[in-house]
């Protein structure tokens, strides 16, 4: 089927043919998969030495440390969704955990399932996707050869006799649920996180000598609550001689209300910071040394020349920070930024940092193309890290977005954040009005001076809020904040538009698109896409024409009569000498969306009433 000339169907027909097309399994190297649940940049190698972690301070000697990696939805199932598909929350649907993905994408091949199309044996152990519900909702039956989530329950299935220390430590943002604490007298292996190591090494072995490659994923569990780990990494770590960067008296003051997950959260005491602290760092320590377990393994096969091995979060998580701001699903720094670490043969950056903007959608493409596989076919937007491989400092102009889509809590808590070089700003929905926060990460990485409402940073707001995608507008993810389906719903269509929302996702765009809420014949995507302009361009004002150089999205959704093209340029107003104002741009058109998917710094001009669908590239010309 296809749509405006996209491809919205046929999906395995381009993996049937991408495997015949493919190059050889001998040439395609193996990939080793590692993800560890709500880890913050607390570790030795992403810049905090309290952190015992030498094993993946090894893995980082041998690959790419990016400082800057963001998610793009610092929750579970969301965040993993993104990483496992290359799409954006608002092209899935997903913003939390409780939607599953198959009720939505019921046929999108996700990232285990394409390599196993293109002949590779598949293994999932622990958590990879988010597990609740059924493996088939939440998970990939189709895409593993082998899986099997976490074994056992969360809590250690030991004698009582070996709990030696339990506690819940009751803080600000949890609801009065607390901080629960485990410490076990018993081997790591006896663990849940233990059992996920000890299968990756048996997966290892057992397909070692195998003729097609191997794509093998490990989930660890923890540091993710409850904290549960073995007395000898709880013994490392004496809570008194915790500390961490010191924060203002009034670290508060000024940050929006939005931005806290409970805004009436107080400060927990000291002690309790320290111990808390102490037991998220042995959890860590802990699955360090399970990483040492499979590293070791890797040595021991020689599979380094023929690995590509990532190590990866799924978004950060808070520890008190801002005085009073715990766990996740915020925008803060601590919550957004995660670690990830790509070790791949014959890379010239091995050993070094990348402090280049990045996001955890790109892990895709990423894999996929360090594997030596064919690009995936369908629409997504992540991009390959291997630039960055290469060259860790190479040049790199690309923005990361993180969203927060509370928006059936009361109040609701929406909000939206760009990082882009130094600046993060991020923009929240909050009982009817718009909060800012601006921070310069170099000289506030903390985020304790917010400078949005400083005259001086007007117009760079304004060049930093262009570049939100019209989909990531607040309104639009109040509105379209998806409900819980059922499992057999793939022929749902939550917009009304005549096609499911499989069909749209498959395209790459978002089922919202083509919602026409007040029903005024023009969907929303293109109405929100003129209001995100915030400027009239057919005016000749220099301030206007820099936010436009800066983005020009929804500039081909004005009046496209009163748009002509002449040698290159396009003029989009009239001046009282000249009669017009031109804008230098490079223009390019297509029939086919997907051929504009991925490329950076571009305007997609629609004619949303024109039923020819020609689709443009339209870039501004320094």
Known sequence: MTRGGILTGGIRGWLLMSVLLSSTAQSQKNVLWIIVDDLNSMVSSFGFPQAITPNI????????????????????????????????????????????????????????????ENGYYTAGIGKVFHWKGTEADFGDPEGWSYSRRPWGTRFAARPRSELIHSETIVGPGLSQRGLPIQVWDTPDSELVDGHTADSIVEELRDHIGDPEPFFLAAGFVLPHLHWIMPKVHWDKYDPSQIVWPPEPPLSTQGIPAAAFWQPDDAAMNMGDRQRAMAAYLACVTYIDSLVGVILDELDALSLWDDTVVVFSSDHGFHLGEHARVW???VLFDEAARCPLLIAAPGMTGNGQESHRVVELQDVFPTIVDLAGLPAYPAPHHGVSLRPLLENPSAGWDRPAFTVRNQAHTTPQRIGRSVRYQNWHYVEFKWQGEIQRQLNDLDTDPQEVNNIAADPAHADLIQSLAAMFPPEMALDLMIRAAPEVLPSAGITVDRDGDGLSDEEEVQSGESWPHSADYDQDTINDFYEIALKDLG?????????????????????????????????????????????????????????NLIDWVNQPRQTLLLAPLDSSKRFFQFRIVE
């Open 327 to 329: 766990q996740k699903q």
């Open 535 to 591: 400027f009239d361009p057919f005016q000749d004002d220099a301030g206007k024409l820099m936010l436009l150089r800066a983005n020009a999205n929804g500039l081909g959704l004005l009046r496209q009569e009163e748009l002509a093209t002449v040698e290159g340029s396009i003029f989009v107003g009239k001046d009282t000498e000249t009669g017009l104002v031109e804008v230098g741009v490079e223009l390019r058109e297509s029939s």
């Open 57 to 116: 301070e090894r893995l980082a000697q041998r690959g790419v440390v990016f400082r800057d990696a963001y998610c793009q939805v610092s929750a579970c199932n969301p965040s993993r969704v993104a990483m496992l598909t290359g799409l954006r929350p608002w092209a899935t649907g997903i913003y939390d955990n409780a939607t599953s993905p198959r009720t939505v994408m019921p046929s999108r091949v996700f990232l285990p399932q394409y390599f196993k």
